[in-house]
């Protein structure tokens, strides 16, 4: 008997390659692991645009000679040494300045313990009451601002009855305090909800009181969202205009903001530059002074634990 042999398969056929486009362009944009190149042109041109027009006023506050299109020389004119005109000397300028650094401290202060002492209680108050006063709370955060000025002059002037909310400072600090305060209470809840409850359960465990855990504990783990909504509501209001516009009584309650405002449109020195850039300033230091604090007092924050505070109290 003959052997029977295997019948031989045909070959396999090789596996089709992948079409390659001729063209680099389409073949880099198919890639998916490509470097978002459109993406990072798109944000510098954002930024180019937005940051050019604040470089150039900036440029020109430190112009020598009176105008604000043609470099003349490096000078600190508008800043301190002109003896009438400077920031420093201008009795108008200096008074804007100083008024809306008032309006920034005085606000903050007073907004933030309100603002954290109304998310306090939010957290604490349970039904269908505190939900009406957080809807109401968040009115003065989605609310137009100028609807809040408006409102807020016609109780400050028109209204019938004695009230404390009058035209100046004082009416411009309520009407400040009115508007900001809902940033510490969104922030200040924000930071209650990360937390939780556990470390003030255990701080009443080991025998310390509801206020005891509430200053030994929470209020410095609450610390840093305290400090941040600060540094947030101060930046925001030194730059605030409509409401202290419209509060405002005189030439010696306008802010920076106003004052720029008034003089924009006519023809000032680069003095009112050097105002803006000022404010520029007091502004990127409170955001710096914020972001670096806040890491600062989180950067242990991961290796927290219920046993750390048990030695505090």
Avoid: C
């Amino acid at each position: 008997m003959t052997a029977t042999t295997a019948p031989v398969r045909p070959p396999l056929p090789a596996p089709a390659q992948p079409r390659r486009s001729a063209l680099p362009f389409v073949r880099w944009f198919k890639n998916p692991w490509r470097k978002p190149r459109i993406l990072e042109t798109v944000t510098w041109v954002y930024l180019t645009w937005s940051l050019l027009p604040v470089a150039l006023a900036v440029a020109f506050s430190f112009n020598s000679g009176k105008s604000r299109s043609v470099w003349q020389g490096f000078s600190l004119r508008w800043y301190i040494t002109d003896p009438n005109l400077s920031v420093l000397h201008d009795a108008s300028l200096h008074i804007a300045l100083v008024h809306t650094l008032l309006l920034g401290v005085v606000t903050t202060a007073v907004a933030v313990p309100l603002g954290v002492t109304f998310a306090l209680g939010l957290d604490r108050w349970h039904g269908r009451l505190p939900g009406f006063w957080n809807i109401q709370m968040l009115l003065s955060f989605v609310v137009p601002e100028i609807v809040l000025g408006v409102s807020l002059y016609f109780l400050a002037s028109q209204f019938p009855f004695n009230t404390p909310m009058t035209t100046g400072t004082t009416g411009q600090v309520i009407g400040l305090v009115t508007f900001q305060m809902s940033y510490p209470v969104i922030i200040v809840r924000a930071r209650l909800l990360t937390i939780g409850k556990q470390f003030e359960e255990a701080a009443t465990d080991l025998g310390a009181s509801r206020v005891g855990a509430l200053r030994r504990v929470l209020l410095p783990m609450l610390f840093p969202a305290i400090f941040a909504s600060a540094v947030l509501v101060f930046a925001d209001v030194i730059d605030d205009f409509v409401i202290v516009k419209y509060l405002s009584s005189g030439s010696d309650t306008d802010s920076v903001a106003v004052k720029i405002y008034d003089t924009a449109r006519g023809a000032p020195t680069p003095a009112l530059n050097a105002l803006a850039s000022l404010l520029l300033a007091a502004s990127i230091g409170a955001i710096l002074i914020g972001y670096f604090g806040y890491r600062f007092l989180t950067r242990g924050e991961g290796k927290t634990s219920l046993g750390s505070f048990a030695g505090q109290l």
